[in-house]
């Protein structure tokens, strides 16, 4: 990380997250990080109010387009200094960026949310991933096109995900029918900042397949089935149409414009963008099947690749070329992990674990509450949890489903709670490996990545016991930064093949947690335990979650 | 309250509490508290470890039998003094207890933990109502009562529960057989109490029936069932044989030496002992049918009589004569209710709210979390508990099930759960009351008495709304002690029937609440997920629930 005065060419990787986007900079000589930095969004997520002061509703998040681009100007600038070079050593650009996130726009590519007659209507802003307030249009899609038995859903486990494209324009266009005739464009966040690169539009395969209902074989959505969803839908495929690139193709070239907003050389080559997440896979180092990534943050997703498509429930998403070319990229995920445990810190934490965490841990209470769970056995002593406060993504994908704590005794204590937390997130992985491995796809490895497993030993020894394998939690904070900037390097045609390009730029793995034998009976008991809750609340009692979800209102 | 100067007579009543035992002296003229006053116990509940530092087991909760009779001496020397009375104002005493609450002595009423050779033993001590160590024990006691198809299951709504007095018992057998030996008998707390002030040994119909399997037609469980259970348990019936005594009836008098410890007048009349929670109905002015009464505390008892012997479930127990003379008295109740609310101020409680609580409340946290949900909608935003944090008493009588939230969400909020879990509560209530009403016997109106009710008029409101009646607040604190002075003037030959004792000394009514219609609808739908949850975890997957169980070692 040290920066070096030396001469070789270095890749940027931009990670537009949730809260802040990041830049690395990655030697494409070697592979180190020679500098990064990152940069908040100024208005962060909108989940309450617009910055125009309109109030949203429950369970919208929206982010500001703006902010995007301040915060990447920032990132961008910040990193070449702390790495003490100038623009030109950058061969190429990746973009990363969270997903389903999609703005409209008119046909230039100008946000709705920055047309004066649309500003203070919140569905002219874009819907960031987590906009789970679509829950209806999520269900009417799915109803339709499972009564049409359309075969796109065969490529996402026979359900359409509440956080996607379709969904999120379909609320647009019910809730606010001028405002959907308005946007001449759904753009991905992802590719729109693409377009402010390199003035070109282009749109990613990644999102368009794992995220937007596109497949290689039969294109988007047809119009048939638009139109039985809504007639005025028929047509939102010239919404989204035009050239699908691969991430790692050559987008296009950065304008003078965006040179100077950004600080970059004009003419460098941009890639086409990709989903932050799936980034993470060649960012952690991993090229080809065999191995699951899992990207741990406040949500956590699930990568695989396998040389063939299989089609089972479990995975979110399977797209050709998908992750990386040649392969078929698996997406899975849980809505909500790192988030989990912030809530129960914010909800749910006793006086005395804040005093006792200020007198003997820095007042770090996740330091504290990871030291008393660990003395709790496995089984959190009679608690667990279902993980579900923000839906299941994967096997059961229903945003509506909500968690639980069962078990709960008048002795149950704070680290209790903790532990059945992190456990319940660690069996809902269990959930996934084990579809993936009843299906047939090889997984022999598991690589973690973010600074959950990085910063917590207690949590990632729970998920290699409860898992029952090793488990290889990457050295790097900056794998989908990385994945992005290996992206770019394949822009820039700067390595031969994407494997070449994850051997030189992946990140190498810090140390590999090895699961305790002694614990896979007991833990086989309470998995045992947390699946029958998971298939009643999940499948044979859904409609109780349901009623439970329309309490809420 | 104020005390005055006169010379009409006055009943004792003693409440011997989980923590402390209470003293309420009672005009029998014009039922006037003239003089109460508690004293807490020594010891504690003994749940971790023997006065002499022995470990105790997970669910054991144990009391020191010294405590009861050095709190009585100071609560009734308290009591008159407060008073500005003597003695020989009191014209009998009443002995209202804690059950089941056994303790084994020997034939003299030495307990065995005041012999020194057992005082380091745990199974030497007086098992306090709430000692759950005895799940394995009740399982067994049920298992051989249902294969005999025991006809005394059919006052107990099928099940022996796990704090009555055989599980103790055979607890103690089967762990400590030396002890049992020498365990001459096995006797409750109140009954020992009795003896104290007396010298005579006497057996309370109401615990010997609620908590002893005792009844009027066919007396103690036999021989051949005990014998089936564990042939060392065969001859259980001599520990506990003596005179069955009814509540009201005098047990005998005070001896020149208790009148000398406790500080009463030689001679004064006492009562049979009776379960605190039973003498609540009296002392709350029901001297008949039709009316159920709710004891309100750490845990709720309802209880309720009627002109014959219904059979259902719901009901914990049915004994002639068990509450007042001439009706059959119905138990069912509650095991954690106040319990279940300081757990979640214990183990759950945000920062922001004790901060928040400390600028506005003066600190006290009940308030604004009382106001907070009393702003969230029936239903709790989503959020329904299931409030069996120490088991299910009714009318599922399981020990073993445990309490669950379900319906978590990232956005939920400690006063979503706070009113989740008073709700939870009422819907318990409910299971509970329609229970009775499906039994056909007469509920008109409900009477809720302690603290709880007292002191909350959120909680009340909700649980008027959720059971759809109204609900007449007693103006009392003291009804459990006032019940045993009704009984304490019955043994004096004070009045001439128990309904002119109740009009007399029963607690008037301070408020009745009436339920909101515009909430029924709403809810009547949260009743009916509360109720599919209730019999999910407490029917069909019951064996999942003490599977849980078995987790917490």
Request: aromatic content about 8%; charged content about 20%.
């Given at each position: 990380?040290?920066p070096?005065?030396?001469?070789?060419?270095?890749?940027?990787?931009?990670?537009?997250?949730?809260?802040?986007?990041?830049?690395?900079?990655?030697?494409?000589?070697?592979?180190?990080?020679?500098?990064?930095?990152?940069?908040?969004?100024?208005?962060?997520?909108?989940?309450?109010?617009?910055?125009t002061?309109?109030?949203?509703?429950?369970?919208?998040?929206?982010?500001?387009?703006?902010?995007?681009?301040?915060?990447?100007?920032?990132?961008?600038?910040?990193?070449?200094a702390?790495?003490g070079?100038?623009?030109?050593?950058?061969?190429?650009?990746?973009?990363?960026?969270?997903?389903?996130?999609?703005?409209?726009?008119?046909?230039?590519?100008?946000p709705?949310?920055?047309?004066?007659?649309?500003?203070?209507?919140?569905?002219?802003?874009?819907?960031?991933?987590?906009?789970?307030?679509?829950?209806?249009d999520?269900?009417?899609?799915n109803?339709?096109?499972q009564?049409?038995?359309?075969?796109?859903?065969?490529?996402?486990?026979?359900?359409?995900?509440?956080?996607?494209?379709?969904p999120?324009?379909?609320?647009?266009?019910?809730?606010?029918?001028?405002?959907?005739?308005?946007?001449?464009?759904?753009?991905?966040?992802?590719?729109?900042?693409?377009?402010?690169?390199?003035?070109?539009?282009?749109?990613?395969?990644?999102?368009?397949?794992?995220?937007?209902?596109?497949?290689?074989?039969?294109?988007?959505?047809?119009e048939?089935?638009?139109?039985?969803?809504?007639?005025?839908?028929?047509?939102?495929?010239?919404?989204?149409?035009?050239?699908i690139?691969?991430?790692?193709?050559?987008?296009?070239h950065v304008?003078?414009?965006?040179?100077?907003?950004?600080?970059?050389?004009?003419?460098?080559?941009?890639?086409?963008a990709?989903?932050?997440a799936?980034?993470?896979?060649?960012?952690?180092?991993?090229?080809?099947?065999?191995?699951?990534?899992?990207?741990?943050?406040?949500?956590?997703?699930?990568l695989?690749?396998?040389?063939?498509p299989?089609?089972?429930?479990g995975?979110?998403g399977?797209?050709?070329?998908?992750?990386?070319?040649?392969?078929?990229?698996?997406?899975?995920?849980?809505?909500?992990?790192?988030?989990?445990?912030?809530?129960?810190?914010?909800?749910c934490?006793?006086?005395?674990?804040?005093d006792?965490?200020?007198?003997?841990?820095?007042?770090?209470?996740?330091?504290?509450?990871?030291e008393?769970a660990?003395?709790?056995?496995?089984g959190?002593?009679?608690?667990?949890?279902?993980?579900?406060?923000?839906?299941?993504?994967?096997?059961?994908?229903?945003?509506?489903?909500?968690?639980?704590?069962?078990?709960?005794?008048?002795?149950t204590?704070?680290?209790?709670?903790?532990?059945?937390?992190?456990?319940?997130?660690?069996?809902g992985?269990?959930?996934?490996?084990?579809?993936?491995?009843?299906?047939?796809?090889?997984?022999d490895r598991?690589?973690?990545?973010?600074?959950?497993?990085?910063?917590n030993?207690?949590?990632?020894?729970?998920y290699?016991?409860v898992?029952?394998r090793?488990?290889?939690?990457?050295?790097?904070?900056?794998?989908?930064?990385?994945?992005?900037?290996?992206?770019?390097?394949?822009a820039?045609?700067?390595?031969?093949?994407?494997?070449?390009a994850?051997?030189?730029?992946?990140?190498?793995?810090?140390?590999?947690?090895?699961?305790d034998?002694?614990?896979r009976d007991?833990?086989?008991?309470?998995?045992?335990?947390?699946?029958?809750?998971?298939?009643?609340?999940?499948?044979?009692?859904?409609d109780?979650?349901?009623?439970?979800?329309?309490?809420?209102?």
């Open positions: 990380m040290t070096q005065s030396t001469d070789d060419g270095i890749a940027l990787g931009l990670d537009f997250g949730t809260e802040s986007v990041r830049a690395a900079m990655v030697s494409i000589v070697d592979g180190r990080e020679v500098g990064t930095a990152s940069a908040p969004y100024r208005h962060g997520v909108l989940d309450r109010a617009l910055p002061g309109e109030p949203l509703g429950r369970h919208w998040a929206l982010q500001h387009p703006h902010d995007w681009l301040d915060g990447a100007a920032d990132a961008i600038r910040g990193a070449l702390h790495a070079r100038d623009a030109h050593a950058i061969v190429g650009v990746g973009v990363a960026f969270t997903a389903c996130t999609p703005l409209p726009t008119t046909a230039d590519g100008t709705l949310c920055d047309v004066p007659t649309f500003a203070r209507r919140p569905h002219a802003w874009p819907k960031l991933w987590k906009h789970h307030a679509a829950h209806t999520a269900e009417h899609l109803t339709v096109a009564a049409r038995d359309e075969s796109f859903l065969t490529y996402y486990g026979g359900r359409i995900g509440l956080e996607w494209l379709l999120k324009a379909l609320q647009v266009l019910r809730e606010a029918p001028d405002l959907y005739a308005a946007a001449e464009r759904f753009v991905e966040g992802g590719d729109w900042v693409v377009r402010q690169l390199t003035g070109r539009e282009t749109r990613n395969a990644c999102a368009a397949g794992y995220k937007g209902l596109w497949n290689a074989d039969s294109g988007d959505p047809g048939a089935f638009l139109a039985a969803v809504d007639p005025r839908l028929a047509d939102f495929a010239q919404r989204t149409s035009g050239p690139v691969a991430p790692g193709t050559c987008a296009g304008t003078a414009a965006a040179a100077e907003r950004f600080g970059l050389r004009p003419g460098t080559p941009v890639s086409a990709t989903i932050d799936h980034a993470g896979v060649p960012g952690a180092g991993v090229a080809g099947p065999g191995t699951m990534v899992a990207i741990m943050g406040t949500s956590s997703c699930q695989a690749m396998a040389d063939h299989y089609r089972f429930e995975f979110a399977l797209v050709r070329d998908g992750i990386l070319p040649g392969y078929y990229g698996y997406e899975s995920g849980q809505a909500a992990v790192g988030d989990l445990f912030a809530w129960h810190l914010r909800e934490l006793p006086q005395e674990v804040v006792a965490a200020a007198r003997s841990h820095g007042g770090d209470v996740h330091a504290l509450l990871s008393r660990a003395h709790v056995p496995p959190a002593g009679g608690v667990v949890a279902l993980d579900w406060h923000q839906g299941n993504r994967s096997v059961l994908m229903d945003g509506a489903l909500s968690g639980a704590l069962v078990g709960l005794r008048l002795d204590d704070a680290a209790q709670i903790y532990r059945a937390l992190i456990e319940g997130t660690a069996f992985a269990r959930v996934i490996v084990e579809a993936y491995r009843d299906a047939g796809i090889p997984i598991l690589v973690v990545c973010g600074g959950l497993p990085r910063s030993p207690f949590l990632t020894q729970v290699a016991d898992l029952d090793p488990l290889a939690v990457s050295a790097s904070d900056e794998t989908v930064a990385r994945g992005a900037a290996i992206f770019g390097a394949l820039a045609d700067a390595f031969p093949t994407p494997a070449d994850v051997a030189c730029l992946g990140a190498p793995i810090a140390r590999t947690v090895t699961p034998p002694t614990r007991a833990y086989d008991r309470v998995y045992a335990i947390y699946r029958r809750l998971h298939d009643h609340f999940g499948r044979d009692a859904r109780l979650m349901h009623d439970l979800d329309a309490l809420g209102g």
